[in-house]
């Protein structure tokens, strides 16, 4: 099974094309079928693999690789892996790989002007507030 992101909804005016809920849904759905390997591949082709690491959590980027490579992650880091693929997901159906990257790397009021990066780097607690935000970021276009 192939994650694919799509990058073909339309976005041309920045208006929501489609529903967020439905959208959330399909990327829970892809989240908890896609395998760690499909999951760590797609974070590295978004992120990089020193980000992705950060966000999940590894001290080594290489582990990130291994993951995307085959290797099973432990329990605490494949449940952080899915869950923050899910909002990678999510957030780059509504908008754009760019749109996505700018999200997770840049300040936002709504963190406190933290990066969602740093704070799943910090906390991984935070993952449902980090979804909340996102959705309101949705829900603003």
């Known amino acids: 099974m192939t994650v694919a992101i799509d990058q073909t909804s339309e976005r041309a005016t920045g208006s929501l094309t489609r529903d967020a809920a439905a959208v959330l849904a399909e990327a829970h759905h892809y989240a908890v079928s896609a395998t760690p390997a499909e999951m760590a591949k797609t974070m590295q082709a978004v992120f990089g693999q ?3 690491a950060l966000m999940l959590g590894v001290e080594h980027p290489k582990t990130a690789g291994k993951w995307a490579r085959g290797q099973a992650p432990h329990r605490e880091n494949l449940s952080r892996l899915r869950d923050t693929f899910q909002i990678t997901v999510f957030l780059e159906r509504m908008t ?8 997770f790397m840049g300040m936002n009021p709504d ?22 935000v996102a959705r309101s970021f949705v829900a603003r276009g």
């Open 50 to 52: 020193n980000l992705t």
């Open 96 to 103: 754009t790989r760019q749109t996505v990257q700018a999200w």
């Open 111 to 132: 963190l406190g002007d933290r990066a969602p990066a740093l704070v799943l780097a910090d906390d991984p607690l935070q993952m449902p507030q980090l979804l909340r």
